[in-house]
């Protein structure tokens, strides 16, 4: 946790640099979500692994004055990224705070609602974290997250990945252990809700689009939202760039000349 907390500190300049682009390609799945939640006015709103906040943001604005926002995430700068970008756009009924969402500083039944937008597959015991999920929500509250599905389907960012491991400059993600991808199985997914206790469970494909322009400017947003790519470019020889650069080069030629990749996110709801 704390090696991921570091990197997720690390990453959080990139994301703040990239957030208007980011949120262009990205907020069809935040406003799906926040439809799946249909937060009312006056209540509480949780939303966890935050990042940059935007989809709590959209949340916030139809809670109105007399609800809350809690925008939460477990590495600091992102918080305060965070802060800056809802001061940005005036939302006024939100509260920042460093959360860890597999343990909560919040007590039991406190909160309506709950968002988090890609951020349980990256925890060690998204098990864990759903139970807390359930447990500061109220009975009847309710839950809309997103995670992505399988790599094949998100050449966005897999494209990248898939060459570093045949080249040998990155580890082939292990089943089971934490990732972007380690949530993709729906019946996995179905499972691992209804048994932190949750009914009424739906899940949704949500389809996305980053409109890079070109490949240097998707292998610069790319590199600048994670770190694994990012430490292992910075490992390899000239040679070994060079090589991998041809190998990115051809492997991207197929979304040439627009680099707008396709991605797909799967978006479930449920109720506590
Ligand atoms: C892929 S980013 C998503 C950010 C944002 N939700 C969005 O959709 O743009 C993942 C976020 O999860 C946060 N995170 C990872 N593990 C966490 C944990 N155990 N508790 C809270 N936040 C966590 C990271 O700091 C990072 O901001």
Do not use: K
Request: charged share 25%; aromatic share 8%.
């Amino acid at each position: 946790l704390t090696e991921s907390l570091e990197t997720w500190n690390a990453s959080a300049p990139g994301w703040e640099r990239e957030r208007d682009f980011i949120w262009a390609g990205s907020r069809a799945v935040g406003e799906r979500m926040v439809a799946a939640l249909d937060p009312q006015p006056g209540e509480t709103v949780l939303e966890l692994a935050a990042g940059l906040g935007d989809t709590g943001f959209i949340a916030a604005q139809r809670l109105g004055p007399a609800g809350r926002l809690i925008s939460s995430d477990f590495a600091p700068a992102m918080v305060e990224a965070a802060r800056r970008r809802g001061g940005e756009l005036g939302i006024e009924n939100a509260e920042h705070r460093v959360l860890d969402a597999q343990a909560l500083d919040l007590p039991d039944g406190s909160v309506d609602g709950v968002l988090c937008r890609w951020g349980y597959m990256l925890m060690p015991d998204p098990a864990q974290a759903l139970a807390e999920t359930r447990r500061v929500l109220r009975d009847g509250g309710r839950l809309a997250f997103a995670v992505w599905a399988d790599a094949r389907r998100n050449p966005w960012v897999s494209t990248f990945g898939r060459v570093y491991v045949e080249l040998g400059h990155m580890e082939r993600p292990v089943p089971g252990e934490p990732g972007q991808f380690a949530l993709a199985d729906p019946g996995l997914l179905r499972g691992l809700v209804e048994e932190a206790g949750f009914r009424d469970v739906q899940l949704e494909e949500v389809p996305l689009e980053f409109r890079f322009g070109s490949l240097e400017r998707w292998w610069a947003v790319v590199l600048g939202l994670g770190q694994r790519l990012a430490t292992a470019t910075a490992a390899l020889s000239p040679a070994e760039r060079e090589r991998a650069e041809a190998a990115v080069e051809a492997a991207a030629a197929p979304f040439a000349p627009a680099y707008a990749p396709p991605g797909l996110s799967l978006v479930v709801s449920a109720r506590a």
